[in-house]
Every structure is written in C-alpha cells, then in structure tokens.
C-alpha cells in the first residue's frame, strides 16, 4: 500500500498503514497493541494508569509478540495540591449517593491513580526503547524529554487548538495529534481551559497542517474509513483511532461500558469533569445527569474519581466514566487487527478514485 497522499507518518514512524490505535486507559493492554502492530498499523500502550512493574510486564509481552514498532503513551499533567476542604465538600455531595447504595461513607476514600511521566516511567522507555513515545497534556519537563528522545523514539502529542499544535512543535515534537471536539476519553488541552474554544475534527485539522511543519495525526470521531479518507484529504497524515477500538474484543471495558457503547445514539456524550476532574467525552449516564456533567466542585485531576470508587463498584452503569466519541454508533464489533486493515483499506480505495 505505497498509494497514500502523503507517507510522512509512515517513513517517520516504520509503520505500514496510516492508522493509530488510541491508547486508551484502562481499556487497552497489549493484546490490543500487538494485533494493531501486527496488522500494519501503530499499537499504543496507555501507561497512565499502570505501576511501572506493570508497564514492564506489558512491554516485555508486545515484544515477545511483535518485531514492529509500537507507542507507549503517557499523561504529563501537575499533580495538584492536596485541598482537604475541597475533597470533603465532593464527598459530602456524594453522600445521597452512599446511602442509596450501601456504601460505606465513612471508609478512608480510595485514591484515584493516574500518574503522570517521572523518572521510574523514563527508566522504563529506557529499557525497553519502544519506537514511539506519545503525551497527553503537553510535554514532560524538558530533561526528562531529553532523556526519551536519546533512546531513538519519536515523540507525538495531542494538540486541541492551532496554539497548542505550535507550542508542541517548538518543544520538539516529531509530530502532532490534531485531537477535535469530538474525540472520547480526556481532552488533550493544556495552554487553556476554556472548553468553549475548543474545535471539531475536520475544523482543526486543516489549520494545525497549514500552521506547523510535522506530521499531523487526526484525532476524533474517526470510526470509519469515510473519516480516515476525510482527514487525509485535509492533510492530516495519519489518524488516531480511539472509540471504534473498544468495540472489538481485545478491549478490556465492563460490561456496562460494552452495552452502552452499543445503545447509545450519538447525541448521547458529553464533556464531562466528575470522574476524574479533568473534561472528557463519556456515555451520558445517571451521574453525569444529576452532578454535572460540568460540576465546579470537582477536585483537581485526577483526584475526583477517587470518591466515586466506592459507588462505581456498586453500580458501574451509573457511576463508572463511559469513555466514547461522539462516532460511537459507527463502531462494528471485529477483531483489533481487521478494524486496522478495514480503516485502511476502505480509505485507500476511496482515494484512489478520486
């Protein structure tokens, strides 16, 4: 397949097909990785939510299994200051919920765990040297970059606005994920916090390639070969390719998670904060209705998720975050290797007839 407008991605990063799997955290674990890998495409590893031994462990199966490159992707937010106060007037919010549930109010509340990138991660790239290493919330401190780039990977992270995209070139990005509006999980916005100004897909992307000199990856509401085709003929080199993975069945999600991807209409996500504090696109569900699903007096990411745990552990439908994109009902439950191969496919015949 060497007929693709622009092979950029591809020569970059040693990949067959312009196609990016999401690394999405808590859903994704290695056999996603290797059959994307393995069918042409680029795997990514979500590490966020992962021990280091655990990422090792990981790392040490997608090699054991594949000989082609994959990504190891990472948050790299601040962890915020400790707000007792502010911790305590969520919980207490949540308390209604305790009672109507049978959970213990008065246990210590759990902790929520994402980890952003540190040193005991950077030892692990250094280990391992996967081929591509990819951020969320902007770039590590510039050391700890440093010492990723030395061990050969390309760097890749997600851009929400044309801003953010030159930022992310000019502290060296190898390349860059337009991320649209639309796109699940958590949005990669970090120069700002105003969700009013962020912008959709097919939007962003033609004016992230007119306004940087790298590769763009196009990212949101991407679930088909239609959009791969769209974003490749708005420049984008590739696409990231998020929701319509957790359809297939190497995705690890709950049960409630596996129905409401598949019942939900389109209309039915929403930017949501009370999960982890951070905005995200989920499934709108009985506590995005009744806490937010914007809610002010959610604690600082990730600290939020924290006294949801207990709740979600009784009654995940209702109180688990439902990561999906707003193209959720284009997913199609096939395997993670043929999803890559029918995304690429499916896009390179729609190009070659133009």
Not at 15 to 43: D, F, H, K, R
Not at 196 to 222: E, H, M, N, R, Y
Not at 327 to 339: N, P, Q
């Amino acid at each position: 397949m060497s007929q693709w407008p622009d092979t950029r991605i591809l020569d970059l990063l040693g990949i067959e097909l312009p196609i990016i799997q999401g690394p999405m955290a808590g859903a994704t674990n290695s056999s996603m990785v290797i059959a994307v890998c393995n069918a042409g495409g680029l795997g990514s590893m979500p590490a966020a939510m992962l021990s280091s031994e655990q990422l090792r462990d990981e790392l040490k199966t997608i090699r054991q299994h594949t000989t082609k490159p994959f990504n190891v992707n990472f948050f790299c937010h601040q962890p915020p200051a400790p707000d007792e106060q502010r911790a305590r007037d969520w919980k207490n919010l949540l308390e209604p919920y305790y009672r109507e549930l049978g959970a213990d109010f008065d246990a210590p509340t759990p902790v929520s765990n994402r980890a952003p990138f540190d040193e005991a991660a950077c030892a692990v790239l250094e280990e391992f040297r996967p081929e591509v290493v990819s951020f969320h919330f902007g770039l590590p401190d510039k050391t700890l970059l440093n010492r990723v780039k030395a061990t050969g990977a390309k760097i890749l992270s997600s851009a929400t606005t044309v801003e953010e995209a030159i930022w992310l070139e000019q502290h060296g990005c190898d390349a860059i994920i337009a991320m649209g509006y639309e796109a699940g999980g958590h949005r990669g916005m970090f120069l700002s916090d105003d969700l009013s100004t962020q912008v959709g897909t097919f939007a962003l992307v033609p004016q992230v390639v007119d306004a940087v000199k790298v590769p763009v990856i196009a990212a949101g509401a991407i679930s088909d070969a239609r959009g791969v085709t769209a974003a490749l003929m708005l420049g984008a080199s590739a696409v990231q390719v998020g929701t319509a993975y957790l359809f297939t069945p190497e995705a690890k999600v709950s049960a409630s998670h596996h129905k409401a991807l598949r019942t939900a209409k389109e209309s039915q996500t929403a930017i949501t904060n009370i999960f982890t504090g951070r905005p995200a696109r989920g499934i709108v569900n009985r506590a995005m209705r009744e806490l937010g699903p914007m809610s002010a007096q959610a604690p600082a990411f990730p600290l939020a998720g924290g006294a949801l745990m207990p709740l979600r552990a009784k009654d995940d439908a209702d109180f688990a975050n439902l990561w999906a994109g707003q193209a959720l009902t284009l997913g199609k439950d096939i395997g993670s290797a043929e999803l890559t191969r029918q995304l690429a496919e499916g896009a390179l015949a729609k190009l070659n007839r133009h």
